[in-house]
């Protein structure tokens, strides 16, 4: 009797912990995040995307307002066409809009980042964001510093 009471206790906290990593998991995803409801796309074109993946966040002033829905390449531009969809509750930012790639931290994810400018036409279904600015890498920063450094 008392051997079955031990059994079935350490069944339940092998059931909780497995929970509990499930639960863990499905946060750090961003699944939770991805029911964003009715949306309208835009557009960006990126000479380098750097590791930016479909579902990273759009953030205006580091507040979330849609998601990366696709990342393509574009044979006749010859760059990445980046497909962003954003809220319709965020339906006010302006036609001359900046869409900058950025990451969290130094080595954490890449999101892109909008900055509104000032124009009075507004954002629609289906527009290109025109202003844009790649991925910053990091490899790349690293080789320009060491060939100055060796040009002292």
Known sequence: MKMRFVELAVGVFVLLG??????LAVQVSNITDYRDGDTYEVTAYFSN????????????SGVRVGRVADIRYDPEAF???????????????????QASIHTAGLLGEQYVALEPGGDYDT??????????Q????LENLIGRFMTNMGDD
């Open 18 to 23: 497995v929970a509990a990593l499930f639960y």
């Open 79 to 97: 760059e990445a066409k980046v497909t962003l969809a954003i809220r319709s509750e965020h339906d006010y930012l302006p036609a001359d809009t």
């Open 49 to 60: 995307v750097g590791g930016l993946k479909v579902r990273a966040p759009v953030n205006i």
């Open 134 to 137: 790649s991925a910053v890498v």
């Open 123 to 132: 954002l629609q279904d289906g527009d290109r964001i025109l202003f844009t």
